[in-house]
């Protein structure tokens, strides 16, 4: 039985004040939700308020990249050590907004899921297709082409430990939602590519998800949870989903 997990990504967004406001917010009700796990990955500078706010409770925090580099001269970026030093738990790589602003291959996409895992994170693996890779029929053909480059740079062992998210391009902050049936049936075909434990890994949707849709998305047979961007930044919002887990 897979558990529900809700991950907000607060991408580029907060000040110190306005993440404590929020995670207290949210620590405040995350006692109640008792069936799914919770995450936050606010920007690096904050990781390390936002592990002390949630300490002791059943929310765990997350970045939103990971260096591929292990440690030295790479002005700019931040490790897995690092990371794991701030108490993260997650680490999201191959986020469609790395893929499309900062030119990330599948390949180094899979690097860095590779790096998360052998550092010891669990790596939150991001696919996805645009609005004209789907118009074109060519869905099946993108996911599966991005799940390889990962499953042959880790091995079908570090991808069952990891966490996998299927974010189409197309639904992400345009408010734009993948049907749950359209969900399932790239998710179903991205389990059906696993070769080791499929049925244990979880694997997130995300793309404008809220409380309103969250419960038909997670009754879905293969969507395990949530990716969640601008609902995260609101309390209310973000518990309402995980109690939909
Ligand atoms: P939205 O929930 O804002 O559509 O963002 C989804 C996302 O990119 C999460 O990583």
Same mark, same amino acid.
Request: charged content about 10%.
């Given at each position: 039985m897979r558990r529900t997990l809700v991950i907000g990504n607060w991408k580029m967004n907060g000040s110190k004040e306005a993440n404590a406001n929020l995670v207290s917010a949210i620590v405040a009700e995350a006692g109640s939700v008792t069936d799914t796990d919770m995450a936050l990955c606010p920007s690096f500078v904050y990781l390390s308020d936002i592990a002390k706010a949630v300490e002791g409770t059943n929310v765990s925090v997350g970045s939103q990249d990971v260096s591929v580099h292990l440690e030295g001269a790479y002005t700019g970026e931040v490790s897995a050590s690092m990371l794991l030093d701030c108490s993260c738990k997650y680490a999201i790589v191959g986020h469609s907004e790395r893929r499309q602003y900062h030119g990330e291959s599948n390949l180094l996409v899979a690097q860095k899921a590779l790096t998360a895992y052998k550092s010891g @994170?669990?790596?939150?693996?991001?696919?996805?297709?645009? @609005?004209s890779e789907r118009e074109s029929g060519q869905v099946e053909a993108i996911i599966g082409e991005q799940l390889q480059a990962v499953q042959s740079v880790m091995g079908a062992d570090a991808i069952a430990k990891s966490v996998i998210a299927y974010e189409p391009v197309w639904a992400i902050g345009t408010g734009l939602t993948a049907t749950p049936e359209q969900a399932q049936e790239v998710h179903q075909f991205i389990r059906s590519r696993l070769s080791v434990n499929a049925e244990k890994v979880s694997i997130l949707y995300g793309g404008s998800v809220k409380s309103a849709n969250a419960a038909e998305l997670f009754a879905q047979k293969d969507i395990d949870g949530a990716l969640v961007g601008g609902a995260s930044l609101n309390a209310k919002e973000f518990i309402g989903i995980a109690a939909a887990g």
């Open positions: @994170l669990t790596a939150v693996i991001c696919l996805g297709e645009t @609005l």
